[in-house]
């Protein structure tokens, strides 16, 4: 795969104007294949000086260094801010989850409460006393 984009690039290289092959050249560190560039543009201009190519390299690889640096550090930083964000939104989470498990297991003793009242008062008979009990118990 790798191969047969390079010599796509390589065949639009050869295809462009010299305007536009001076712009690949002048934003090196863009290029997707910039030795393909390099080696287009001596060829084409007849850089004789090799020493300025290889120098430009040299430099759009740096560049391209540093730009790589601040992108780690904008990423990393960036994610600990988001890491932050979630911690404190999962802790909310968490914190309401466990207020509205507390509510709703109070709530299931008030009605067990109430069933055992009804149960009694021989208004529910124990066997529907004692299945509702473990209904409400599992959800406590």
Known sequence: MANKSESYFKDYLKNITNEQ??????????????????KEYQ????????????????????????KTQELR???KNRGSKVTSKLKTRGKK?????SESTMISSEKNLRI???LGELNKKGIITNKEF?????ELLKRI
């Not at 007849?46 to 740096?62: C, Y």
């Not at 989470?93 to 989850?97: A, P």
């Not at 004692?130 to 473990?134: L, Q, R």
């Open 21 to 38: 092959l001076i712009q690949f050249y002048d934003e090196l560190e863009w290029t997707p294949f910039p030795v393909l560039v390099l």
């Open 43 to 66: 060829d084409r201009f007849n850089a004789k000086n090799k020493k300025e190519v290889i120098q430009k390299l040299k430099n759009h690889a740096e560049i391209a260094k540093e």
């Open 73 to 75: 550090t904008f990423a």
């Open 93 to 97: 989470l968490s914190k309401s989850i």
């Open 112 to 114: 067990l409460e109430k």
């Open 130 to 134: 004692n299945e509702k009990k473990k």
